[in-house]
């Protein structure tokens, strides 16, 4: 059986910054598990610029992005698998069993800590429950995307692109440039789903409609897709009578969610939030199962890949502490966690505990639920205001962040609410 300190699952982003972290404070046997052929995980296929900007203080391409975080893991000598599909993960002597299926068979890897970094995968057309046959032509925007720019593909000449978050924005803009014609962008919701800078790159600069309060009503097509019937909805998503349009294409592309990838953290027992559809973390990245520590886009859905690294760096450190602690048979300090709770206009918050004896700052990740304009986020610990940041404008697509300082922590002794409030 193998032996590691710390073994991460999940080769992209998330999961090369975490190895590198737990590498630098002092686990010297760390591996990668990654079930591709190549380590950098979705970075490989998203050739646009736009990454590294809060990272390496340049814009980069994903592959460029990700180029950088291997060189690092190859200069460190950080082992990792390739090809190799994690199936299990037991528990036996206080030790991280692990079961995988790899090019030369089943493998069996003990670990003091483990780190969940296995990303997030696209909703699919049976979660959204399109009428219609099942014609070739319908992808989700992902799927497309690696087509494309991985395997060369093209994969329709005439498209509509449903929903309209930031992977359908950039397809939209990606099928233009080589030669489609986006007939439009479909988006169920009274605002896009994407950033704003992927909206005015992406389809105001290529005159792409985006369609708002509309959804596909119909895919027609038995063999091939042939067009899709589109339908204004009311506030209520109810379809309003008489507004039915067809549009003719031959290919639909899906950009209706994302979510974190989680059946491997619900089979070793680990406690997922309803809201995120990721485990429940302390600012430690720390899950309720101890050992097990998760970061990125298995935790939650991020706007940017720079806050993916930053994420996972604080996983790294702090599973390498755990196996430091472990082997020096210390006993980590009882953990005063206080909750953080979503409250007014908040959808969700993340990490949902923070350890207020932690002296670091903590990053706290939040989405609003609805558009806010000229209003503030104010963090209140029994009652009484903490911390507030005024903003002037707040989509639900676009993340919001923020940062408690150490020194701040000391004079939290419960819960905190962070909420939306008038200015």
Known sequence: MLKYNVVVIGGGPAGLGAALEAKKNGCEKVLIIERDRELGGILNQCIHNGFGLHEFKEELTGPEYAGKFIKMIQEENIDFMLNTMVLNIDEANDEKIIS??????????????????????????????????????????????????MEGYLVGKKVVIYGSGDIGLIMARRMT???????????????????????????????????LQTCINYIHGKDRVSGVTLAKLNDNREVIEGSEEFIECDTVLLSVGLIPENELSSGIGVNLDKKTSGPIVNNSMSTDKEGFFACGNVVHVHDLVDFVTKESRIAGKNAALYVLNKKAKKKSSTSNNIKTVASDGIGYVVPQYINIDSNEDVNLFMRVRNICTGKKLVVRCNNEVIFEKKRAHMIPSEMERININKDLLGKIDSDIYISVEEV
């Open 177 to 211: 440039l080589e030669g489609a014609k986006v007939q439009c962008v479909v988006e169920v919701n009274p605002h896009s789903s994407g950033l704003t800078r992927n909206i005015v790159q992406c389809l105001d600069d290529f005159n792409i409609p985006l369609k």
């Open 100 to 149: 995988a299926m790899g090019e030369d068979g089943l493998i069996e890897i003990s670990a003091d800590a483990v780190i969940l970094a296995m990303g997030c995968r696209e909703r699919t057309r049976g979660a959204i429950d399109i009428p219609g046959y099942r014609p070739a032509g319908v992808y989700n925007a992902g799927a497309a995307q690696r087509f494309i720019n």
